[in-house]
């Protein structure tokens, strides 16, 4: 065996002293000084802000998929985090959470060892923000469903010594479809639970608060304000169901507006006590203004934890000051209403199975709401029923409802035999089961104030029986009732002793299909007869487009008439039918439509019908996106005869927008036409008049559509009343328009009538017509015609002048003045129309050259030029209206020169041909704004000058008749009212609210009469004042031979001026005119003398006009005593004795200028 130490050095003891000792003690004391100095670098810098800003939150948001926003973080990794000014806001959302701080206690080794144990969670000022929309999706369940999966893990072990809450919200608004919104709040004033976990118990404090405020579309709004405090000790075992827990606390209503107004001063106490396996009281006690509102109490035995056991829920006395909680909300008082009853429900099988019985008395129920009071009736309700959530199944074994007015049933229900509802699949053994449902005794005129504002007088009965077979898979329901002796009430008008009827017979089958075998309604009137009567048939498959319906209506419109107030309307018989058919069947959609008005005779706008009939008939279909319209027709007929058809026909892609339609006519004659031709009373003869129709319409919805059609009036025969020879009119419209959706383009189309040997008579039409919403673009339209003739088609429509009665002018009451017109901003550009008539002719009036020119721009309609040359005279005028200004600004000439009136009379009243003549000349200009009266009174200026020459009128006007009547019989020479007028002129000018009258002088052979001065205006132009000067002048002959020559008179004028005696008063509406006898008192002295002595025989020297004008006038200037003094005699005595002043308004003499031989 070898020596170890053979082949070792031998080291002395100075060397051993100086060896090294060996690294790893220093190295590892090396280690283990920096990993410690690694974990307190590494628990800080976890523990640091950074690290968990840029690390954990990242990671934490990814997850929640939301993004959250830290103002400050502070971490104690083996003890709490504190964060402060936490927000959560979802990704693409709005923000859901935000705390102004929250700190977490918590024992990691404890949390590592499996259990969570946080000896603290405060929450400082907590928000939850809710936002719902109108379809019932918020920001909630949105980023809910963003989530990720979570595994089905159980839930873990609990500790929780300390939760509390301070000052925190959750806000739910929920927007409505109105455009309101509804804001409700959890007020979590303050919430502290101690000791809360699994088999544990602890203090419980909670202070909070409910309210909900409701805003309407029109900004009102409505709030309630709930307080609840609630104390005690809440216990929960090991799966979190409560154990022993006992709580009291206090409900209270803090404010409350609007419909919740009538909940001020509720307050309750509220009482929970729970133990093991028992509900020993849950109690709620309510009082309001100190008075007892009601009791609602639950007990019994129950394990929350199986889910069995029995409760009772009783509530005892529930009067209206319990009850009006809920229907202040929606505005309902319940009066003296008592609720009473009981709820038992019963439990077993874990919950699965369910035995409820409740039984209800309400006494006196009486709703008052802002129509009124219900009368008071009692209601009783009884039902009990069975589900088995396991075998799905539900059985109703008993129900009954009564509802008395007094004690004379009004309203009864009854279940005959229990029913099962099943929806396992397996057939279920029962009878059938039967629910009936009655009426009687009803009076609806104690309810008027709650039924229809038609019917609020009468009785209401009816049977209603339900019918439940084969497990609930088939269902029955019939319904037999009505109304009987009812007022029904519309449109003014009432019919006593209606009745109604109503029959229904519907079956459910297969939860699914649904059959209506029959609906039937009719309302007759007190005789029996039916007034409206509709019927109704059809079936439908739910989930699915499947279904047929056939629905027919009728109505008796002679019975109906009543009913119906509209102005020139009137009906003597007739009948009103629809009748609709539907079907759809695998997409396949197909219908008929018709309607009908049967043997109608009346009246409407002015046209007569005699057992008039229109129908219209219409097949169309709908398959694979495509409409086709089949066999649609509009048939006239008139009794029997038949009065042609219109049909249409077509088809129309409902996915692209695009269709075609063709629209023609078969065979309309008179009997179609009658109507619409009998106001023409001229008309000669309609037996062979026809009407002709073809169009075709190509419609794009997205892009050009286009109307092309010609329509053709023939064989309409007229009377010429000159000649009496009898013509055949036509007329016929050539048509061709296209549109999209910026504007309409009327292409040149042509109207036109039967041509003459004076005129082609056509008419051209184009233009381009902006549409909404691009009427801001530029438009036009051109009307133009060589040449026009309708003197046949005048002779058509005119009508012989009826005989105007006297109307008196009277005065009109003071009145507020109208508001102003208010600017207009028409969302129309540049719109520009001609219209250019080379020759027009009606009669005896001839126009040329008729030509006009009006332009929309910005607001502003500008009409420049509108001129014509009218048989030989010449019209202009111009008109500027700026409709921006907040009354209408305008700006309006006017120059006529040489116009012949007789022209436009002969054409009016061709019977009287020639009896008027003249030349009529004049000028207007005004300027001014408004066109309510005080309106322009208060901004018009102007003036205009007139004059009539070359007349020959006699008075024929009443107006004028009653101004020249007082001044005639002052001076006793009645025969001037027959005197011809040779014309007029006038000049007049407004300016400043004030009527100048510059000059008037009205001109015969006979006399003169001229007026001048100044009318203020009123802001009712008829009751502006008058205080007019009236010079008048007699012939210089007559004046001599009547002695009413003023000394002072010209020697050399035609006529002479008599003093001034005549004054014009009243107001415009009511003028009076007013003589002064005492001026001509000396001069009617002479008068009379010399009226006796010269009555016999006329000197010589009279003048020859006087005596042309006046030979036909009364025996005073022919000769004949006895006509000319009993004349003047018994006119005199009538004049003097009526001593009334007559009204007559000088403004109206034009009527002056008509029918001069009215009067002879």
Known sequence: MTDPSIGKPNLDQEQLGTREPRPWPKRLKLMITGL????????FFIGSSFFLRSVVLPSIEKSMMATIQVEDISLSPFSQIELKDLIITPYNGETLVSAKGALVRYSLLTILGGTIKLDQLQLMNPEVIIIEAEDGKSNLSSWLESLPPSPNAPLPVMDLNLLSVENGKVILRQKTSGGGQNVTELLLNKVSIEKLGQDLEGPLKLDIGLKTTKITDAGEETQLALSMKLEGDLGLNAELFPEKSTLNGQLKVESATGAYADMVGVNGDLILALEPGSIDDVSLSMMRNGQAAGNIRVMGPFDFATSEGRIVAAFDNLNRQFLNLAGAVAGIDFKETVMDGSLTMTLTNGGNLLALAVTTT???????????????????LDTTLNYDADGEKLTVQQFGLTVA????????????????????????????????????????????????????????????????????????????????????????????????????EMVFEDYTRVTLKRLAMEWSNTSGNSLVSFSASGSHVLGSKGYNLHTEAKADLALMKSFVNMDGLSIEQGLGELSFRLRDNDDDLSGVLQMALRDYTGSFSGMSYESYTVGLNSEFSIRDELLKLGTTQIDFHEDFNDGGTIGIKGEMDLERETGAFMINSVGINRFALSPFLNPFSNAEDFTEVTLNLEAELQLDLNGESTLKGNTSLSNLKVKDPESERIKELQSELDLDLAWNTQHLE?????????????????????????????????????????????????????????????????????????PQSGALDVPMGEFDVKLDIAKLIVRNVSIKAFQAHALWQTNTLTIRPLGMTLNEGLIKAEMAMDFAKPDWGYDMTLEVDQIPIEAFMDTLNPSEKGQVSGMISGKAEWKGAGLTESGWQRNLNGAMSLKYTDADINFVSPEM??????????????????????????????ENQILGLDAFKLQSDAFQV??????????????????????????????RKSNLMPSSAPKD???????????LEGTIGAPKTKTDKLVLSGLLVKSGAGLVKSAAVLPLNVGEGAVKVLKDVGGFLTGDSKTSEEGNEGEDKKEEKSGILEQVNPLKLLDNFRNRGGDQ
């Not at 410690?36 to 628990?43: C, G, M, N, R, S």
């Not at 269902?475 to 006593?496: I, R």
């Not at 007026?1011 to 012939?1035: K, M, Q, R």
């Not at 004028?1053 to 004054?1063: E, Q, R």
């Open 405 to 504: 007015d007094g004690a004379t049933p009004a309203i009864t229900g009854a279940l005959l035999k229990p029913v099962t509802f099943a929806w396992n699949g397996q057939p279920e053994s029962f009878q059938e089961p039967e629910f009936n449902f009655n009426i009687t005794n009803f009076n609806l005129g104690d309810w008027r104030d709650f039924t229809f504002d038609t019917l609020n007088q009468g009785e209401l009965f009816g049977d209603f029986s339900l019918k439940v077979e084969q497990s609930g898979t088939r269902m029955q329901a019939d319904f037999t009732g009505g109304f009987k002796d009812a007022d029904m009430a519309f449109d003014g008008h009432t019919e006593s002793g209606t009745s109604g009827s109503l029959n229904l």
């Open 746 to 818: 009327i292409r040149p189309s042509f109207f036109k009538l039967t041509p003459t040997s004076l005129a082609d008579n056509v008419i051209k039409v184009s233009g381009q017509i902006p549409l909404l919403p691009f009427m801001a673009s530029k438009g036009n339209l051109r009307v133009n015609s060589p040449s026009m003739d309708l003197t046949s088609y005048f002779d058509l429509i005119a009508k012989p002048e009826e005989a105007q009665a006297q109307v008196q002018s009277t005065s009109t009451p003071d009145v507020p003045p109208a």
């Open 961 to 990: 008749r009653l101004l020249m009547t007082p001044i005639t019989a002052v001076l006793r020479l009645p025969e001037l009212l027959k005197a011809p007028i040779n014309g007029f002129e006038t000049n007049l000018k407004i």
């Open 1010 to 1039: 001229h007026a001048s001065g100044e009318i203020p205006l009123d802001n009712v132009l008829t009751n502006s004042v008058l205080n007019l000067p009236v010079e008048f002048y007699l012939e210089r002959s007559i004046a």
């Open 36 to 43: 410690i100095l690694l974990l307190v670098v590494a628990y």
């Open 1053 to 1063: 004028t035609p006529h002479v001026k008599l003093p001034d005696f005549v004054k």
């Open 362 to 380: 309400c006494s006196n129920v009486s709703i008052g709401t802002g129509e009124g009071v219900t009368p008071p009736l009692n209601v009783e």
